[in-house]
């Protein structure tokens, strides 16, 4: 599988130490990918790094794992992970860090700390 991911990431000129996906469990039968922020950025700026994303993503599914997109910031990296069969994602489009009281503060008063957020995004 090593190998199979090496030549893949040759074709688009990629080391494999520049690429951060974080598998749980096994490396042959993942239940979770995540994919990096690194590679989140890269959504907009061109088709080499969306095809990147696309390929994690075609990969996650075709081993059943889910996969959790890291450092999502704007509604278009949102919307390319969804319309690619993302459907967990965190960052700061969905909330900045919070200290422990503001959490509280938070869950019982949300619309008070948290962002407003367009209606198209919608908790999973």
């Known amino acids: 599988m090593e190998e199979l991911l090496e030549r893949s990431l040759a074709r688009f000129s990629v080391d494999s130490t520049d690429l951060e996906l974080e598998v749980t469990e096994s490396i042959v039968h993942p239940n979770r990918i995540k ?3 690194s590679l989140v950025r890269g959504i907009g700026a061109g088709p080499q790094d969306e095809a990147l994303v696309h390929a994690v993503l075609a990969l996650a599914k075709a081993l059943g794992a889910v996969v959790l997109a890291e450092g999502v910031e704007t509604m ?3 919307d390319f992970l969804l319309a690619h069969g993302c459907r967990e994602m965190q960052g700061f489009l969905f909330a900045r860090p919070l200290s422990f009281d503001a959490l509280l503060t938070a869950l019982q008063d949300p619309e008070r700390l948290l962002p407003k957020r367009p209606e198209s995004l919608v908790p999973c």
Do not use: Y
Request: charged fraction near 35%; glycine fraction near 0%.
């Open 76 to 78: 278009e990296q949102h």
């Open 35 to 37: 994919i990096d922020m």
